[in-house]
């Protein structure tokens, strides 16, 4: 007579349960089936859409040349990279594209990376490890707060753009390597920090600063080179101190990313980043559609300023939104600007009502933003038009009103 014991539970089972928790809270994520449709449309899940949700700052993304750029480079190098950068994936449009990225920030050497995830993600572990002391801004992206921890280091979270704490932290550390690291432009908020100051506290303490510009590069400073250039430290400036970080799938309308800064701080990049050693390199078609994007935006001064005047144009018309709504509209003069709501359903309501009305603006929540600040993130682009941004305030103002009628009271 055999004996039938009964399956153990497995933690498996837990999962289904776990998704609908995270649903009941307002938190689950939906991927959208998206295709374009011309400047700032979209197809989404097969309805048109007014995007306001693309970091195609200069709405390069769909721009013939890049396109063209890609075609001819398949038909030279083909597809793939083939392999690692230190094996035989650093092709000669990798290597142009290098020497291109550094001439355009004005600093003395780049390298250029596959993903911004993985740039931050392996730099950080490469610089600073364990017994040394890492600063992080309370607000960073989720890549530097990931590259912080996979680097052992001993991490300080300093409040968002509070630098006298900072200075605090970095008085008290008694550690002799010391890396500062922060968002330029800050993702989720728009709000730029401010550079010099943070520079200088790096040199008072004997720290490196790690800046991550995904947002400025390409919309910031002359000829779009982005926040450091905005704040005069590149060129004959330019400080062994800092390590420059942008992504090249934003303003740049392709992908990847690249770190620049002092030679011998990029060669030890090189020579000490896993995600850059251990990782097949990007295809040199993706390389040389961004070279003729530099080209592009050092020329794009006309769409920076007609992003200049749609920013304008919308927190203007954001400001006679009515007060007793308690929606917070926060300061920003860049084409991320955030629009707080404040609870995961009532952001997520704003959300589909736009949606209903044919706008994409999306509501972004916890953990990305803090908890009680659930918000739509609003990104402008040089593919908008100022018909655009009205019917987007336009739509705004009915959201609004609807709210009122809801509340209660």
């Given at each position: 007579?055999?004996?039938?014991t009964a399956p153990q539970p497995s933690w498996l089972d837990e999962i289904p349960a776990r998704l609908a928790d995270i649903e009941r809270a307002h938190l689950l994520r939906r991927r959208r089936v998206v295709e374009p449709a011309g400047g700032a449309r979209l197809w989404v899940d097969g309805q048109p859409m007014l995007a306001f949700c693309s970091n195609d700052y200069l709405g390069l993304a769909s721009h013939p040349d890049l396109a063209e750029a890609a075609r001819e480079a398949t038909h030279r190098f083909g597809v793939g990279a083939g392999g690692s950068?230190?094996?035989s994936g650093h092709s000669a449009a990798n290597d142009a594209l290098e020497h291109e990225l550094a001439a355009y920030v004005q600093l003395p050497r780049a390298l250029y990376f596959y993903a911004g995830y993985a740039t931050n993600t392996g730099i950080i572990p490469a610089l600073v490890g364990e017994g040394d002391a890492l600063f992080s801004d309370a607000l960073n992206h989720a890549c530097l707060i990931d590259g912080a921890r996979l680097s052992?280091?001993?991490?300080?979270?300093y409040p968002h753009a509070d630098l006298a704490a900072l200075e605090a932290q970095l008085a008290a550390s008694p550690a002799r390597r010391k890396l500062v690291i922060s968002d330029a432009v800050f993702s989720m908020d728009g709000d730029l920090i401010d550079i010099p100051a943070l520079l200088a506290l790096c040199e008072r303490h004997d720290a490196l600063?790690?800046?991550d510009d995904a947002h400025g590069f390409g919309v910031l400073g002359p000829e779009g080179r982005g926040s450091l250039a905005q704040a005069g430290l590149t060129g004959a400036t330019a400080s062994r101190r800092v390590l420059y970080m942008a992504t090249l799938g934003k303003a740049a309308g392709v992908a990847g990313a690249f770190v620049a800064g002092d030679t011998a701080l990029i060669e030890w990049l090189l020579q000490k980043t896993r995600t850059y050693i251990f990782a097949t390199a990007a295809p040199p078609l993706l390389a040389s559609a961004l070279r003729q994007s530099l080209q592009l935006m050092?020329?794009?001064?006309?769409?920076?300023?007609?992003?200049?005047?749609?920013?304008a144009q919308l927190r203007q018309g954001l400001a006679t939104l009515p007060a007793q709504l308690g929606w917070h509209l926060l300061p920003s003069h860049t084409p991320v600007q955030a629009l707080v709501i404040g609870s995961n359903e009532a952001a997520l309501a704003v959300m589909e009502s736009l949606r209903l009305q044919g706008l994409w603006v999306p509501a972004i929540r916890p953990p990305t933003v803090p908890v009680g600040t659930a918000r739509l993130r609003i990104a402008l682009s040089a593919a908008h038009t100022e018909a655009d941004v009205d019917q987007l305030l336009v739509a705004l103002e009915r959201c609004a009103?609807?709210?009122?009628?809801?509340a209660p009271g």
């Amino acid at each position: 007579m055999t004996s039938s014991t009964a399956p153990q539970p497995s933690w498996l089972d837990e999962i289904p349960a776990r998704l609908a928790d995270i649903e009941r809270a307002h938190l689950l994520r939906r991927r959208r089936v998206v295709e374009p449709a011309g400047g700032a449309r979209l197809w989404v899940d097969g309805q048109p859409m007014l995007a306001f949700c693309s970091n195609d700052y200069l709405g390069l993304a769909s721009h013939p040349d890049l396109a063209e750029a890609a075609r001819e480079a398949t038909h030279r190098f083909g597809v793939g990279a083939g392999g690692s950068p230190l094996v035989s994936g650093h092709s000669a449009a990798n290597d142009a594209l290098e020497h291109e990225l550094a001439a355009y920030v004005q600093l003395p050497r780049a390298l250029y990376f596959y993903a911004g995830y993985a740039t931050n993600t392996g730099i950080i572990p490469a610089l600073v490890g364990e017994g040394d002391a890492l600063f992080s801004d309370a607000l960073n992206h989720a890549c530097l707060i990931d590259g912080a921890r996979l680097s052992r280091a001993t991490i300080h979270r300093y409040p968002h753009a509070d630098l006298a704490a900072l200075e605090a932290q970095l008085a008290a550390s008694p550690a002799r390597r010391k890396l500062v690291i922060s968002d330029a432009v800050f993702s989720m908020d728009g709000d730029l920090i401010d550079i010099p100051a943070l520079l200088a506290l790096c040199e008072r303490h004997d720290a490196l600063l790690l800046l991550d510009d995904a947002h400025g590069f390409g919309v910031l400073g002359p000829e779009g080179r982005g926040s450091l250039a905005q704040a005069g430290l590149t060129g004959a400036t330019a400080s062994r101190r800092v390590l420059y970080m942008a992504t090249l799938g934003k303003a740049a309308g392709v992908a990847g990313a690249f770190v620049a800064g002092d030679t011998a701080l990029i060669e030890w990049l090189l020579q000490k980043t896993r995600t850059y050693i251990f990782a097949t390199a990007a295809p040199p078609l993706l390389a040389s559609a961004l070279r003729q994007s530099l080209q592009l935006m050092a020329a794009a001064d006309d769409r920076r300023a007609h992003l200049g005047r749609l920013i304008a144009q919308l927190r203007q018309g954001l400001a006679t939104l009515p007060a007793q709504l308690g929606w917070h509209l926060l300061p920003s003069h860049t084409p991320v600007q955030a629009l707080v709501i404040g609870s995961n359903e009532a952001a997520l309501a704003v959300m589909e009502s736009l949606r209903l009305q044919g706008l994409w603006v999306p509501a972004i929540r916890p953990p990305t933003v803090p908890v009680g600040t659930a918000r739509l993130r609003i990104a402008l682009s040089a593919a908008h038009t100022e018909a655009d941004v009205d019917q987007l305030l336009v739509a705004l103002e009915r959201c609004a009103q609807h709210a009122l009628t809801r509340a209660p009271g």
